[in-house]
């Protein structure tokens, strides 16, 4: 799996959030594209955080507890999530889906992002490289 590269797996197709967009609607996003994160980006397509499952159950849990304002994605977001270029190993970056018990991360290049890479990607690859055995 060494000479494999990100961009060989990573997911093209993907849901993103607006920063403005309520946590609500950010949440049937992720539910819809049966994602654990949504990358946050800008009219440019500029990544600008990461809005997780996590981070979702946490503010709804609290916004309904003490019923207070509706949530937006920029209020609950991860900025400057850790991101990984197409051009890394897929091995290295197993690694830091490990170390960092991460379910997902955006593929960006030029600071724009480009894909993500989830769990299940790596596995894909796994299996791609069993299956030529």
């Known amino acids: 799996m060494n000479t494999k590269r990100v961009r060989d797996f990573m997911a093209h197709h993907y ?9 609500a609607a950010a949440v ?4 819809e594209y049966h994602q654990s994160a949504a990358p946050v980006v800008d009219a440019q397509q500029q990544l600008i955080g990461v809005l ?10 609290v916004e309904g507890y003490f019923n207070e ?7 609950q977001m991860t900025e400057m999530p850790d991101t990984v270029s197409p051009d890394e190993e897929l091995s290295s ?18 600071g ?6 989830s769990r299940q990607d790596i596995l894909k690859a796994i299996t791609h490289e069993l299956d030529k055995q």
Do not use: H, W, Y
């Open 15 to 23: 849901a993103t959030v607006k920063p403005e967009q309520s946590l």
């Open 28 to 31: 049937r996003i992720i539910i």
């Open 52 to 61: 997780s499952e996590a981070d979702c159950m946490r503010a709804t849990l």
């Open 69 to 75: 304002r509706v949530a937006l994605v920029k209020d």
């Open 93 to 110: 970056v197993s690694d830091m889906f490990l170390k960092n018990n991460r379910r997902m991360m955006p593929v960006v290049e030029a």
């Open 112 to 117: 724009v992002l480009v894909g993500i890479l």
